[in-house]
């Protein structure tokens, strides 16, 4: 994984910032997470400017509460009158002096329209020509995206953004603190196997989730499977594979399932929005991956590991290539619980 360059096409310099409104309103959460970095360098070179954080209404929860943002505006991006009734809400509302339009490998029209809808006074995003469109925000300073002759992270592209308006530090993990009051209540050492995923191209199969468990099980550690609300039916899969049952953590809101990942011994699943959120609060973490880069789109925290074959396929992926990454993880001091 290289280094993010400065970027020298624009100044950073962007004098009597008072406002901020930073645009990540599409609704996968790990995107959202790989963003904090750079938000959160935002946040302490402007720490006088009100920073308002725009997510989708998926997202919402993922993000209240914490200390970077001192605002939180929800949109529903899923139809057009979402999003038409928060660029009315917007373009009605104070002018913001500066908008920040984060984007990852997609053009989302419709973030573009509301920061052009804030009519905020700077305007600053990637060059949207590398999606094949036109400026629909409106930018007043256009940074080049990375060019792709090696993995860049995607926490790293954000940055590139953040040092075109003067930002950069990157600030140390965690990068999401959990509630306190959810924290008092979640167990402590427990090992959180999630087999499910969004997309079922990244799901690794449920004989090596069984595998992994039976092992971490034989060595004396609690073991939970987490199911999401997209991913049903593949726990089932994993207790056929595994012959017996284990507790199930099912329907858990974001703040719940990151005061768990808090105080939990291990997180292991595929590279979904919770391998995010557990990394980000400090969890140790594996991640195992396929088609997609761990040199790209792997969480950021201080314990997070990732497992990938050679060919870069899911199935070659074996039971103690995860072990042989996961175990010493869990004997890692630095990583340890509390």
């Known amino acids: 994984m290289r280094e993010a360059e400065p ?6 310099t962007l004098p009597d910032i008072r406002t901020i409104h930073l645009y990540r309103p599409q609704n996968q959460l790990g995107d959202l997470l790989l963003n904090v970095p750079a938000i959160r360098s935002i946040r302490e070179r402007y720490p006088g400017a009100h920073l308002v954080l725009v997510v989708g209404s ?15 505006r929800v949109v529903d991006t899923r139809n057009f009158l979402g999003v038409a009734r928060a660029g009315i809400s917007g373009s009605r509302g104070p ?13 989302s029209r419709s973030a573009a329209m509301l920061a052009r809808w804030s009519r905020a006074r700077e305007r600053v995003g ?34 590139l953004l953040a040092r075109a308006i003067g930002a950069g530090a990157r600030p140390q993990p965690p990068y999401y603190v959990p509630d306190p009051e959810l924290v008092a209540r979640a167990p402590e ?7 499910g995923a969004g997309k079922h191209k990244n799901r690794w199969s449920a004989g090596g989730f069984a595998a992994v468990a039976r092992e971490l099980l034989r060595r004396g550690y609690s073991v939970l499977w987490l199911e999401g609300p997209q991913d049903s039916g593949t726990v089932d899969e994993v207790t056929a594979a595994l012959g017996m049952s284990l507790p199930v953590v099912r329907g858990e809101s974001i703040p719940m399932l990151a005061a768990r990942f808090s105080r939990a011994a291990l997180y292991l699943g595929n590279d979904t929005g919770p391998l995010h959120l557990a990394g980000a609060v400090g969890c ?30 899911l199935e070659s992926v074996r039971p103690t290539d995860v072990l042989d990454v996961a175990l010493p993880l869990l004997a890692e001091e630095r990583c340890a619980v509390g």
Request: net charge negative; hydrophobic share 35%.
């Open 7 to 12: 970027t020298p096409e624009v100044d950073p």
């Open 58 to 72: 998926q997202n919402a929860a993922a993000v209240l509460g914490q200390s970077w943002a001192d605002e939180i």
């Open 95 to 107: 002018r913001p002096d500066l908008a920040v339009y984060f984007t990852t490998v997609s053009y």
């Open 126 to 159: 990637f060059d949207p020509k590398m999606h094949g469109e036109h400026d629909r925000a409106g930018l007043t300073r256009t940074v080049a995206y990375p060019k792709p002759d090696a993995p860049l992270h995607q926490s790293e592209v954000s940055f």
């Open 189 to 195: 050492g427990a090992v959180y196997i999630h087999p």
């Open 284 to 313: 140790p973490t594996v991640g195992v991956y396929g088609w997609s880069d761990p040199a790209e789109w792997s969480p950021v925290g201080r314990c997070v590991k990732s497992v990938r074959a050679r060919d870069t396929k």
